[in-house]
């Protein structure tokens, strides 16, 4: 295994940059402000972008926006092939989902052999009164997932479904809210 | 009376259509193995665009329309843009065209591509899906991966020229909002050569499918132009003596409701009536890459009709499961065409034409992926929107498409359920039909009594 600051990180940020669609993309570029040299950066819109990458490490990882509301952390990590969500209709001319995306470029064996998915829950963010300001509530993503994603790569062998915002998650947000309200 | 105990119902159904656009199910009902009725059932909900659009501007349209679907976004775009531009009497210069074809290349190039790969494909290996192809050989995954960077091209055309890939945002009646700089078009000319090749080897592999043995006595129409493969413009042809301007059109074809589907059925008519003594199917007609290849091969480039000649496939075909080697010709059209136009690409002198809103009625028509896609606007002397109609292809095709069921439902009442579904919904995706939003699994249910 080389040296950790060997090991570059690619993180795919789907979105749009149209309503809460925008978040994945948001922090993305929060992130590529952080100047991280070991972390690659790139807004996609379309997940069958996925199939046609050419990973340069051990380790890809993929940020998109979540409606649902998911427990305790605003931010899930999902070690693929384990993903929540399966979509009844995976594949259209209009839209191929995350899920059959990935599967799809395992198929055809773009994919390295760690990929996190990281799900940012846009549930409470969109709430008429949300929990924190949503300049403040992205910059504590970003944060939250670039320290993550320095962990991970460290050994990403060992990365696991769970958390990023742990432990307490979501009251930690409203802890912080607190702190610099 | 023993005739009757005898006589046996058999409804095939499919709840949800796999592999094609939207919320659609069909139902085949058959008594003694003659079939009763068939049913394309598109139950998404209504949409109600035509209505929401009245006392809109006529300047929002093109953006308003460009929602009605996420992979034509551009079809609708071309289509308000010249309707519009009809009642306001603009007459946008040739650079402007140019690079409304060129957006409509990469459209074409995005929306077929994906259609071949991962859609229609695997049907002609009784395959799942297009992940289960690319799995079954390193051949077949070559070909996937092929079909996903085409794609990806295609998107970059729309991305530059129309801001962004999906819903673009930069077409404006009377030219764009911005164009494109020459330096920033040739970047792109690498990668569309590269998907030139592509696309080549795209029709070889294609026209190298068993096909099954069907044909109709198919009414094929689209737009057709002297000077060029018509996307943007041209008059509207069949290969049964149509011909006829855009404006003409609702003497020509009429839609009617249906109880069974929210999607309007578009049917051929005489003098805006049907053809007496018909039958159900009356005045069906196709539109879409087969039709269009039929009738404007000859007005294609020339390296699509070389590559053509070498096929297996001969055209003029009536066997719709070879649409999808049309479609492939199409690529390979869109592909030479959209490295032409950058080639020679010169930017106009200002993005847009300027305009006063006036009062009038206009009709155009330009071909989407899928077909003729037909808008039609009025606007009262303030330019406000006070009439739209909007005839999409998958209406246009929609009684074609339960024809064809209804053509091969005697073979399916034999074969296993699962056997029958598939078939059915192969046949089907000879359309591309463009509902909304995918099924992957399917629920057949066979009824008998």
Redesign the interface.
């Known amino acids: 295994m080389p040296h950790d600051t060997e090991l570059p990180v690619t993180l795919f940020a789907l979105g749009t940059p149209h309503g809460l669609d925008q978040l994945a993309w948001v922090v993305a570029g929060q992130l590529a402000a952080r100047n991280a040299p070991w972390l690659s950066v790139e807004c996609i819109r379309d997940p069958l972008r996925l199939g046609v990458i050419s990973s340069s490490g051990p380790l890809l990882s993929i940020l998109d926006t979540t409606l649902d509301d998911l427990p305790e952390s605003p931010l899930w990590r999902y070690r693929w092939p384990e993903l929540p969500v399966a979509t009844a209709r995976p594949v259209s001319s209009h839209a191929v989902d995350l899920r059959y995306a990935l599967e799809l470029a395992a198929g055809l064996q773009r994919l390295p052999p760690v990929v996190l998915v990281y799900a940012l829950s846009a549930a409470r963010w969109a709430e008429p009164q949300p929990t924190l300001p949503p300049d403040q509530f992205l910059r504590e993503v970003a944060d939250r997932l670039l320290e993550d994603l320095r962990l991970q790569r460290r050994h990403p062998e060992n990365a696991r479904t769970g958390p990023v915002f742990s432990p307490g998650g979501w009251a930690c947000i409203e802890t912080t809210r607190q702190q610099t309200g | 009376m023993a005739a009757r105990q005898s006589e046996r119902i058999k409804t095939i159904r499919v709840d949800a259509l796999a592999?094609?656009?939207?919320e659609g199910a069909f139902t085949i009902r058959l008594r003694d193995h003659r079939v009763e009725d068939v049913q394309l059932r598109i139950y998404e909900p209504p949409r109600f665009y035509e209505a929401f659009m009245r006392g809109r501007a006529a300047t929002e349209a093109p953006d308003i329309t460009a929602r009605i679907?996420?992979?034509c976004p551009v079809a609708y775009q071309m289509s308000a843009v010249r309707a519009v531009e009809k009642i306001y009497q603009i007459h946008v210069p040739p650079e402007i065209r140019a690079l409304r074809q060129l957006l409509y290349c990469g459209e074409w190039i995005e929306?077929h591509s994906?259609?071949i790969y991962?859609?229609h494909a695997p049907d002609f290996f009784r395959a799942e899906?297009?992940?289960a192809l690319?799995?079954s050989s390193p051949e077949l995954?070559q070909h996937?991966?092929r079909g996903?960077?085409m794609?990806?091209h295609g998107?970059e055309i729309v991305e530059m020229i129309g801001g962004?890939?999906?819903h673009p945002i930069n077409v404006k009646v009377g030219g764009f909002y911005r164009v494109p700089t020459r330096e920033e078009l040739q970047r792109l000319l690498p990668d569309l050569r590269w998907g030139r090749d592509a696309a080549i080897e795209t029709a070889k592999w294609v026209a190298s499918f068993d096909f099954p043995d069907f044909t109709d006595d198919y009414e094929f129409v689209a737009l057709q132009r002297e000077d060029e493969y018509a996307i943007l413009d041209g008059v509207v042809c069949s290969n049964k003596g149509l011909r006829i301007r855009e404006e003409e059109f609702p003497d020509h074809f009429r839609e009617e409701q249906v109880p069974h589907s929210h999607a309007l059925h578009s049917r051929k008519v005489s003098n805006g009536e049907a053809v007496p003594g018909s039958d159900r199917f009356a005045g069906c007609y196709q539109v879409g890459p087969l039709a269009r290849w039929n009738l404007n091969r000859a007005m294609a480039p020339e390296i699509a009709r070389q590559v053509e000649a070498d096929l297996p496939v001969r055209f003029p075909t009536a066997n719709p499961y070879q649409s999808i080697v049309a479609r492939s010709l199409e690529v390979l059209t869109a592909f030479d065409t959209a490295i032409k136009l950058i080639e020679a690409y010169e930017p106009p002198a200002s993005p847009s034409v300027p305009f006063e809103p006036r009062s009038g009625t206009g009709a155009a028509i330009t071909e989407a992926p899928r077909g003729m896609l037909y808008h039609r606007y009025t606007t009262d002397d303030r330019g406000i929107l006070t009439e739209v109609t909007i005839i999409p292809p998958t209406s246009q095709n929609q009684l074609r498409i339960e024809k064809d069921l209804y053509l091969i439902a005697p073979r399916l009442v034999e074969l296993p359920e699962e056997d029958a579904c598939w078939e059915a919904e192969f046949a089907i995706r000879n359309y591309?039909p463009?509902i909304?939003?995918?099924?992957?699994?399917l629920k057949l249910q066979i009824e008998r009594q």
């Open positions: 592999r094609v656009e939207g679907c996420g992979i929306s994906l259609h991962l859609l899906s297009a992940l690319a799995k995954r996937i991966e996903l960077r794609k990806r998107n962004r890939a999906v591309d463009c909304s939003c995918a099924t992957h699994f």
